[in-house]
């Protein structure tokens, strides 16, 4: 059975630094683009960051760049994301996800991804 497990959420003031992670297990993701979405209260999840198979390329939404950076690391099955200067507009729920045809490249869209992980959140206090 497949399973993707954030963790590093929090509560953390403006200005500040989190690094979440996502640990992937029953089965290898070392061949599969990956990424990141959040959902704040009330509104859609939306995307984040993506990151290609071999990590080599990322992509970020405009609301998180400069500020957000995904990487991984395939020998431990696991993805990350560090993000500085938060802002409150940050506080949401973050998830990861995980593509499940081999070797594509930098996915926006949610319907790309077919395993998701169950959250973690992350609040942002000003």
């Known amino acids: 059975q497949v399973q993707l497990v954030e963790s590093g959420g929090g509560l953390v003031q403006a200005g500040g630094s989190l690094r979440l992670s996502c640990v992937a297990s029953g089965r290898t993701f070392s061949s599969y683009a990956m990424g990141w979405f959040r959902q704040a209260p009330g509104k859609e999840r939306e995307f984040v960051a993506a990151i290609t198979w071999s990590g080599t390329s990322t992509y970020y939404a ?9 990487s991984r ?6 993805l990350y994301l560090q993000m500085n200067s938060l802002k409150p507009e940050d506080t949401a729920v973050y998830y990861c996800a995980a593509d ?27």
Request: aromatic share 12%.
């Open 62 to 70: 405009d609301s998180v760049k400069g500020r957000f950076t995904a």
């Open 73 to 78: 690391d395939n020998a431990k099955n696991a």
């Open 100 to 126: 499940k045809v081999p070797y594509r490249g930098i996915l926006t869209r949610q319907i790309s991804y077919d395993y998701w992980g169950q959250g973690t959140q992350v609040t942002v206090s000003s």
